[in-house]
């Protein structure tokens, strides 16, 4: 997989959840805090980012505004 560099993170996210090789991803917030997971469910302003690393039964509600770096394993 090739990361482009998009204006806006929802079209990162969107390029992420198209692509059948990525599973988990990490996504770093403002306040340095930083979720993985699964892309779900997305938005207009938000993403869901589903069942959550280290937190079973978890999903996140996650603003793209709020999007500070995102993290895939671009290779297998």
């Known amino acids: 997989m090739d990361l482009q560099p998009h204006d806006h993170p929802k079209q990162l996210i969107e390029q992420l959840a198209a692509d059948p090789r990525v599973g988990r991803v990490k996504i770093h917030l403002r306040g340095n805090t930083e979720i993985s997971g699964t892309i779900g ?6 993403v869901i980012i589903k069942a959550l690393t280290g937190r079973e039964f978890f999903d996140a509600y996650v603003l793209y505004d709020s999007i500070t770096c995102v993290e895939v394993q671009t290779r297998a």
């Open 41 to 46: 469910p997305m938005g207009e302003h938000s």
